[in-house]
């Protein structure tokens, strides 16, 4: 079962436009999210995270939202660029203390067209 | 830091045979965490172990999957007899324990990448 899911496999957005990545869960006891990045080859890097006391959060080009009521959160880029082109993975935890594991989507991946 | 560091980086094998993945993760991280990704199923957690000690394994496909760690800056994921269904990219990850209330951020290697032939 499923409990962090990533409906879209792959999305294409023009460069210098917003790109929008969605990320819905299941599981109530969820309080932590985060947004990792995949390059190929490589392995995954964080990017950004929220804590469920907040509904935004923004690191430059990076804005992750949190909707709690509808167990919904997406990371916006903008503007975009070629090298945001990768997979990037949603991921959630239950931050008591203890308990350091974290729940991945299967990933989205993608791609910046010049 | 270095980084956690895996190896090897490819693993060709045949069927059959053993498979011994390695990890090195981060000085000073007390969680280390096995993960294997696959198109069908994403990042999948495998194990993970605190200070030295398996706390979860209940991703750990099946018996035929073992993973030890003897000591704080080494461990091991072992696959015997291996199959091609496993074939996939392995990963390892490391972080350290959090304050009650925020959460962590892991840290992964440059992955495993297993083929059974």
């Known amino acids: 079962d499923q409990q962090v899911k990533q409906n879209s496999p792959s999305l294409s957005v023009q460069e210098g436009r917003i790109s929008i990545l969605n990320c819905d869960y299941t599981?109530?006891?969820?309080?932590?999210f985060l947004w990792y990045k995949k390059y190929p080859a490589e392995g995954p890097t964080f990017l950004i995270s929220?804590?469920?006391?907040?509904d935004k959060n923004e690191d430059g080009r990076f804005t992750v939202f949190l909707n709690k009521s509808a167990k919904h959160l997406s990371l916006h880029i903008v503007p975009s660029q070629p090298g945001d082109s990768a997979v990037y993975f949603c991921a959630a935890s239950d931050s008591n203390f203890g308990n350091e594991k974290l729940t991945f989507g299967t990933g989205t991946r993608l791609t910046i067209i010049p | 830091d270095a980084g956690v560091i895996q190896s090897p980086r490819h693993e060709v094998t045949e069927m059959g045979q053993e498979v011994t993945l390695r990890c090195k993760p981060i000085?000073?991280?007390?969680?280390l965490f096995w993960y294997r990704q696959t198109m069908m199923r994403g990042l999948e957690l495998l194990i993970y172990f605190n200070n030295n000690v398996p706390i979860d394994d209940s991703g750990m496909p099946e018996d035929r999957f073992s993973a030890k760690m003897p000591n704080a800056s080494f461990s091991t994921l072992k696959i015997q007899p291996s199959e091609p269904r496993d074939s996939a990219v392995y990963f390892c990850?490391?972080?350290?324990?959090?304050?009650?209330?925020?959460?962590?951020?892991?840290?992964f290697g440059p992955g495993t990448r297993l083929l059974v032939l």
């Open positions: 929220i804590s469920s006391i907040k």
């Open positions: 000085s000073g991280h007390d969680y």
């Open positions: 990850a490391s972080t350290q324990r959090g304050v009650s209330g925020t959460g962590v951020t892991q840290y």
């Open positions: 599981n109530s006891m969820f309080d932590y």
